[in-house]
């Protein structure tokens, strides 16, 4: 038969989310250098290019689903669409790099100078030897083993729980109602799907929540020191990612309560649960080097 279909590919029908998609970041970004620079004092362009980027991508990944719910996520397709996730994680990867490098490069060659509000001090002995030094010379540090320790236990947790889930979803785990809280949220006694996502979503939470106290009570500044700016800005960026994360994974519990997974064919969730387990490594590296080794023997605060 002409224009029969007799390969495992996709092609795509024309599609207006792409340009859409561009243009809505073009207008994310140039707003936010008007906004910044007092162009755009109210950030409108900003906020419009950020409606536009959610409505894109909302819209756009819709029709991921429904394309997969018309068959055409044949095997090949879901090989590649495992293939652009692990190519997306490297290149997350690659992002915390950059951090990791500023961070190494700022301690191991600390350089002897200060600087206040955007003008160089005057350099003297004194202020030198205290900028020469990492972290600066009578900076307190956040006390490594209390709440970064306790937001490590909770990720490794939570790792654990995205991993139940995920076995649970490929042994087709599910059973009948349930008395209590879980049977409030609609969940079986035997479905190790919803409670390992629940379960995660709220380590997730719990670990933002955590972070943005320890944020609040910190005893540097971000700007004029660059232990403040490259810690601030290399846990920060992994903040983000949970707090995107814990976003894919209630988009996915909710879809698991729609029934859009099954046991074959669930690349949604694979690639949440990827995701937050990239999250999980980034974490413990970030652990290890700016809170135990990049604070070591500095003066702790008591906060």
Known sequence: MAGAKNHDYHILAPDPWPIIGAFSALAMAAGGIMWMHSYDTHGILFFAGVAGVLFTMFSWWANVIKEAHEGFHTPVV?????YGMVLFIASEVMFFVGWFWAFFDFSLFPAPIQ?????????????????????????????????????????????T????????????QR??????????????????????????????LLFSS????????????????????SFFMATGFHGFHVMIGTVFLIVNLVRVYRGDFTPRQHFGFEAAAWYWHFVDVVWLFLFVTIYVWGGWGAPVHAG
Do not use: C
């Open 175 to 204: 059973g009948g109602a349930m008395k209590g809280l879980w049977g409030l949220i609609g969940v079986g006694e035997n479905d190790g799907v919803k409670k390992g996502l629940w379960l995660t979503i709220i380590l997730g």
């Open 210 to 229: 955590i972070q943005a106290y320890e944020y609040a009570d910190a005893p540097f500044p971000y700007k004029g020191i660059n232990y403040g700016a």
């Open 161 to 172: 729980t995205v991993t139940w889930a995920h076995h649970a979803l490929i042994h087709n």
């Open 115 to 159: 600087y206040v509000d955007g003008a160089t001090s005057a350099i003297t002995d004194a202020t030198a030897a205290a900028a020469a030094t990492w972290p600066p010379k009578g900076l307190e540090v956040i006390n490594a083993f209390k709440f970064p320790l306790l937001n490590t236990i909770i990720l490794l947790l939570s790792g």
């Open 78 to 82: 879901q090989l590649h669409l495992r």
